[in-house]
């Protein structure tokens, strides 16, 4: 374990190196989106909003005052703590997100798990079986798939378990027919399983598992590639040579010596894939209809909203963030000659 | 290893992957510049003329892709897109290549406060989600093939400078680097004779491989339509064009994304292929691959 005070003073670095990190993101969109587009209100108020609305939208947001005034009004929303107001919607953007994002988790984490076993296990076939037709084929089959395109794994998953061979829903996240349930953490399944609702639970799972199964098959070569390469670095090294000559079954010698040094390596990928899956959704929720956060930040840019693309991009970048630390923290669970802030794990 | 071109053609054809890889992209590169050279006149039929009695054909002998609901070909119309969707992805990464070779050499050279300052900036950079930065600097900036490229290039090269950084600095080390410069050869002589030549190697299959992540990123662009104009002929707004068409016509969108697919799996399996070749590490457990992992077990202990 990590003693507590090595911990805390690494902790503190990285909550202020993020925060840091954080607030460049800010100040670099705002002006991004303020150098490239000064006055958005006509396309806030809509293609045919008159001429007072869109006076209504300039005085709400600021929109005729100098950048320093615009990014002072900016600011100060976000001391109220709730992002301020969706120019588009006229809702609070922190309710907003509140609803998009626990579907976007629920997706991303339902496909990690997948992407986990896979990637795993995939991985440390290929490695032990280096250089044969299983080697092989594991690597082809994870190259190509992770050269797929989402809109090429997600229209074709519709088009066969949907339509050939109708064995899951092409959209949605649970039956429209059911009772809505309560709302409590916003992610459907687990609200669904809290609330013992087996038939809830049953339709968010249904639903759920072809777009987290597309978006795992695409993307688990990543951790597959990684996983691989590290059995490769493991399995020849001087270490397991010396278990292997000390006498240790060969089942230990692979779980203990082979398979740990290998997993060091791998959670790391396995949280950048987090942070990337995050706001890698959009195509994914697009064609499967799904109301996630992706889908909101795609609806956001388009109409270049940036109040509301603002705490979007913070999100995901807190998102990799929080990822990153949980790898390092692990890092050094797995590996106790790491220690935390000697710049050993994955930097943010 | 034997060295130059003979070396080189060993490295890749001893390798399934990246053999597989160079015949793709190849492929793929011949058809773009033919086009571009030819201007249009490789293609078998017009891209652009409607031909309503031919609309919606499946594909057969005469139209290998089929005919989509114009009546056009759609091999040809993959054809015209191809300029855009190969050399898009190509001329991101060499920017992207450039600007790390320029700002990763400055930094392991001069150390110091300009290292900090750009450490930290592409550090900002790389937190960033890649996708939505380019989507929306694209969509602020409006559609073009200018800005698209522009915006994919703005996220684009952060791990350029991490990865020329990380290579200067281990050559920086070296001694022939020391007394080169105890001989008062300027900063540009070492970077152009030492620094340059020992890391251009790992960028190049670095880039290689990205080539295909560049274009997957640029395709979504284009199937999300941001930032790509509405004539331009790009294959992920033409498979988004027709989505409404998949259980009828499941070719015109399926075939077009199979192209990107394609595309993107020549150049990362070329980019893979190569970089495990030259990996030292497992060099030799490589040449001894074609028995069974039992045998290389029993020879290496």
């Known amino acids: 374990m990590i003693p507590l005070r090595d911990f805390l003073p690494y902790l503190g670095k990285r909550v202020l190196g993020a925060i840091g990190v954080l607030i460049g993101a800010m100040l670099l969109v705002f002006f991004i989106s303020y150098i490239l587009n000064p006055n958005p209100a006509h396309l806030w108020a809509g293609a045919r909003a008159s001429k007072s609305t869109i006076a209504a939208v300039v005085a709400r947001y600021h929109l005729d005052q100098p950048w320093y005034v615009q990014l002072y009004y900016f600011l100060q929303s976000y001391t109220t703590g709730n992002f301020g107001i969706d120019p588009q919607t006229g809702r609070s953007i922190l309710s907003e997100m509140e609803f998009y994002f626990p579907n976007t988790l629920e997706l991303v984490l339902v496909s990690m798990v997948m992407i986990v076993a896979l990637g795993v296990a995939s991985g440390y076939i290929a490695g032990m079986h280096f250089g044969t037709k299983v080697d092989h084929a594991i690597r082809i089959f994870y190259l190509a798939t992770w050269s797929s395109p989402y809109y090429l794994g997600g229209f074709l998953a519709i088009l066969v378990f949907s339509s050939y061979v109708p064995l899951f829903p092409s959209g949605g996240m649970f039956s429209q027919t059911l009772a809505p349930i309560n709302h409590i953490t916003g992610i459907y399944i687990l609200d669904a399983l809290v609330q013992l609702n087996g038939q809830a639970f049953m339709s968010g799972i249904y639903h759920v598992i072809m777009p987290a199964a597309v978006l795992a098959l695409l993307d688990f070569g990543l951790v597959a590639r990684i996983m691989r390469s590290s059995i490769l670095n493991a399995r020849w090294s001087t270490h397991v040579k010396a278990a292997r000559a000390k006498g240790t079954p060969e089942g230990e010698v692979r779980r203990n010596h082979i398979l740990r040094n290998a997993l060091i390596d791998t959670n790391t990928i396995i949280a950048v894939t987090f942070g990337f899956l995050l706001s890698g959704t959009i195509v994914i929720e697009e064609i499967f209809a799904w109301p996630g956060i992706g889908y909101f930040t795609y609806q956001a840019i388009v109409s270049i909203n940036y109040p509301v693309l603002i705490p979007c991009v913070l999100l995901f970048t807190l998102g990799v963030i929080v990822a990153n630390f949980v790898a390092d923290v692990f890092y050094s669970l797995l590996d106790p000659r790491i220690a935390l802030g000697e710049g050993g794990g994955a930097e943010g | ?301």
């Open chain 2, 1 to 301: 290893m034997s060295t130059g071109a003979a070396g080189l053609r060993k490295l890749i054809t001893s390798n399934v992957l990246s053999m597989f890889g160079l015949i793709t992209a190849s492929v793929f590169l011949v058809v773009t510049v033919a086009q571009v050279v030819s201007s249009g006149a490789i293609l078998p039929y017009n891209a652009y003329q409607p031909n309503f009695v031919q609309a919606n054909l499946s594909p057969s002998l005469s139209h290998p892709f089929g005919t989509d609901l114009l009546g056009r070909d759609m091999l040809s119309r993959v054809i015209t897109a191809l300029p855009i969707d190969v050399g898009i992805p190509i001329i991101t990464v060499a920017f992207s290549a450039a600007i790390g070779i320029v700002l990763g050499t400055l930094a392991a050279f001069f150390r110091g406060w300009l290292d900090e300052v750009l450490m930290r900036l592409t550090d900002l950079f790389m937190a960033f989600p890649t996708m939505i930065m380019a989507m929306a600097i694209a969509a602020t900036l409006g559609p073009s093939l200018v800005n698209v490229t522009f915006s994919m290039i703005i996220v684009w090269w952060p791990p350029y400078v991490r990865l020329v950084r990380g290579g200067v600095l281990a050559i920086a080390a070296e001694d022939f680097v020391s007394i080169s410069k105890a001989l008062n050869s300027s900063f540009l002589y070492i970077v152009r004779k030492d620094a340059i030549p020992n890391v251009l190697p790992t960028i190049l299959v670095y880039a290689t491989f990205d080539v295909g992540s560049a274009l997957l990123t640029l395709s979504t662009l284009g199937f999300l339509n941001v930032g790509i104009p509405p004539s331009a002929p790009e294959l992920g707004m033409m498979v988004s064009n027709v989505t409404y068409n998949l259980f009828l016509y499941p070719y015109q969108i399926i075939l077009p994304a199979v192209v990107v697919a394609l595309i993107v799996a020549g150049f990362s399996f070329l980019g893979e292929g190569i970089r495990e070749s030259l990996d030292v590490k497992l060099r030799p457990h490589i040449f001894v691959r074609s028995k069974p992992a039992k045998a290389i077990e029993t020879k290496t202990q």
